[in-house]
């Protein structure tokens, strides 16, 4: 069992997500995508928490400034897709995708998603059904192509789309709000989304992040939409 708790960084102009994991049967935990560090150690502390490892997903600052930091405090090591290895600062661990990561009993596959950065991986934990998708896809909209083309960002997502639909997936943002909106003018008066982004309001008011939604979920009201080629 993979325990997930979302922590809100750069809140209010970046809107980033690390994510605390822990492998509930060793207790073996880790942080992804560390954007800052004082709010994951906020969490960590709040949990008693000690993580051993650090994912990053890609090398862009809002996802590995916290690294350095927590690195030191836990003396955690940085695990990176080996093609970031040369501008992930203090990289320990480089993976080739297709390996497996193990975090305690819990076992991670490296998906190359190379499209908004080259080299941005998936970590997808399959047994849990939980799947951390960095800058690659958000809550009803995705990332933009900074390095790669928009057929590298297509056949990433595809990858996505072949994943199973009860996977739940957690973001490197908090773009909800901003998604709905676009998903909406793909999707006029679908309740759907409507709802849910009613739900992630009153979430995000209360200081809490927006719950995940399933890849089911996201085919229906993102993908298959919005990547239909527009005349
Ligand atoms: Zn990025
Ligand atoms: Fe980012």
């Given at each position: ?12 102009y ?57 690195k ?7 695990v ?15 993976l ?73 997936f ?19 008066g ?11 309001r ?30």
């Open positions: 069992m993979l325990q997930v708790y979302p922590v809100l960084c750069r809140a209010g970046m809107d980033n997500y690390a994510y605390i994991i822990v492998d509930e049967t060793t207790k073996t935990a880790a942080v992804i995508d560390p954007s800052e560090a004082a709010p994951v150690i906020d969490k960590c502390t709040e949990q008693n928490i000690t993580p051993q490892f650090i994912l990053n997903t890609h090398h862009h600052f809002d996802h590995v400034d916290g690294n350095l930091e927590l030191e405090k836990y003396a955690a090591r940085i990176c897709n080996v093609a970031d290895a040369g501008r992930i600062i203090g990289a320990d661990i480089c080739t995708p297709g390996e497996i990561f193990n975090l305690g009993r819990a076992r991670a596959e490296i998906i190359d998603v190379s499209a908004h950065t080259i080299g941005h991986i998936l970590y997808y934990f399959k047994n849990d059904k939980i799947l951390f998708t960095g800058d690659t896809l958000f809550n009803l909209c995705v990332g933009g192509i900074f390095e790669g083309t928009p057929e590298q960002m297509f056949a990433a997502l595809n990858k996505i789309k072949a994943l199973p639909d009860d996977v739940l957690y973001p490197g943002h908090e773009y909800t709000s901003g998604g709905a909106m676009f998903a909406f003018q793909y999707n006029h679908n309740d759907d989304i409507k709802n849910y982004l009613d739900r992630a009153r979430r995000l008011a209360e200081g809490l992040p927006v719950a995940p939604v399933t890849l089911g979920w996201a085919k229906k009201n993102v993908a298959t939409r919005i990547l239909k080629p527009q005349r």
